[in-house]
């Protein structure tokens, strides 16, 4: 069992650069891909970001790519999502996931294909 803890959501302007972080228990977090989705109200869930168990791959939505970074820390088992460039379109609640797996460089970015995820931290983004 995984279990994930995002953290550093918040209240910020249009323009500014807000970072949140997942921390996940358990001593195996090398085997997993990583994923940050976003969801609001009345929407599907979306993939924003994506990284492999390395951190070498990753992967982006078109509407963050550039403005967006997705990294990780294995050895303090934590992900992180960089975000700047901010804009109401970006306000959500942001969720981590974690997906199991034995493909070196593999990202994901199909939420139904992750196993764990994280309570959800809320962003807002005033104009």
């Known amino acids: 069992q995984v279990q994930l803890v995002e953290s550093g959501g918040g209240l910020v302007h249009a323009g500014d650069s807000l970072s949140v972080s997942c921390a996940s228990s358990g001593r195996t977090f090398t085997v997993y891909a990583m994923g940050w989705f976003r969801q609001t109200p009345g929407k599907e869930r979306e993939c924003v970001a994506a990284?492999?168990?390395?951190?070498?791959?990753?992967r982006y939505a078109d509407s963050v790519e550039g403005r967006f970074a997705v990294s990780r820390d294995n050895a303090k088992n934590t992900v992180y999502l960089q975000m700047n460039g901010l804009t109401p379109e970006d306000t959500a609640v942001y969720y981590c996931?974690?997906?199991?797996?034995?493909?070196?460089?593999?990202?994901?970015?199909?939420?139904?294909?992750?196993?764990?995820w994280g309570q959800g931290t809320q962003v807002t983004v005033s104009s």
């Open positions: 996931a974690a997906r199991r797996t034995s493909t070196l460089n593999s990202v994901d970015t199909d939420r139904n294909r992750y196993d764990y």
């Open positions: 990284v492999s168990t390395s951190g070498g791959i990753t």
